[in-house]
Every structure is written in structure tokens, then in C-alpha cells.
């Protein structure tokens, strides 16, 4: 039969340990909820970067594509001016070509 102070002994490093193991399971479950907060703190901050990035790359498109419509105004106009031209020319060379004759 076992002797029962041994067993006391035994009983007692037994409790030691699990308060040992509680206690470190305690500590790094403090650490993980720390991990856990800086880990949302991180996020929210990336999100609002991404936040300001992603309006300023709005604005810049929205600039861009005000400048665009801009420019296809002009490149209308200039054609516009290009064909008088050319119209006013073809006169001109039909004018020069009939005096020619």
C-alpha cells in the first residue's frame, strides 16, 4: 500500500504544478488580449490610411478625367478649325487652278 505522506507529497507537487501551469496560461492569456488590442489598433490605423489613400486616388482621377474631357473639347475644336481650313485652302486652290487655265 502506498504510504500516505508520500502521498501528500505527491498530492502537493501535483497542486504546485497546475498552479504553475495556471498561472502561465493566465500570463499568456494577458499577452494575447494585449496582442489582440494592438492588433486592432493596427488595422483601424491601416483602414484609415487606406481611407485617405483611396480619396486622394479619387480626386486624382476625378482631376484626370476633368482634364481629359477638357483636352477632347480643344482636339474637337481644333478639327473643327481644321476642316474650315482645309475647306477655305480648297477654294483657294480652286480659285489658283481656274485663273491658271
Known sequence: MQDPIESDDN???????????RDVLLANETLLLRLARYHRIALQE????FDVEAGDARQRF?????TLEAHGKRFDHIDEKLDQHTEVLGKIL???EGRGN
Open 11 to 21: 498530492l502537493e507537487e501535483r497542486v504546485k504544478k497546475l498552479e504553475e501551469d
Open 94 to 96: 480652286g480659285l489658283l
Open 46 to 49: 491601416l483602414k484609415a490610411n
Open 62 to 66: 476625378d482631376h484626370i478625367e476633368q
